[in-house]
């Protein structure tokens, strides 16, 4: 029994409160935007007022030339690991003898050259795959000079 009677009185709460809101929004020349205190000046009374979404540009006649995306950058610890593994067998080989002083002062103007590429590369804060590929050949020799180096059976003495 209270059931009902609450149910009735929360939808005869409900109805009045919704008849007073839009009692609040009722102007009698028609304008709704009385209420609000915005009255545009092209709105004549009694006519019904269209709000239109703002325009839409339309497409260009020839598509739109954007530029190229930044190349992706590489992280430079391959190289850095692969310079670090030059200089140890470098190291190596003057200790056990397998390079001469004139080898080793050749290879260390090697890796310097390859640093300092290294560094010139990573100035701008990226290096990209094309900077990678160039570096890693520069490796690629400068690694197979090592081991001619050290394999060429000129002893240091």
Known sequence: MLKPTLIAATLGLGLTLAQGVSANNYHPNGNEFATIGIVPE????????VIRPPHRPTRPARPIHRPRPQQHCRSARKVGLLVGQMANSIHEGRRYGDLTNH???R????QNKIVRKQHAFLADGCLTTHEEK?????????????HHARNNHKRRH
């Open 107 to 110: 290879l260390n103007n090697q």
């Open 103 to 105: 080898e080793v002062a």
């Open 42 to 49: 092209h709105v004549t009374p009694g006519h019904p007022i």
């Open 134 to 146: 160039q570096l890693l050949n520069l490796i690629h020799r400068a690694q197979s000079a090592i």
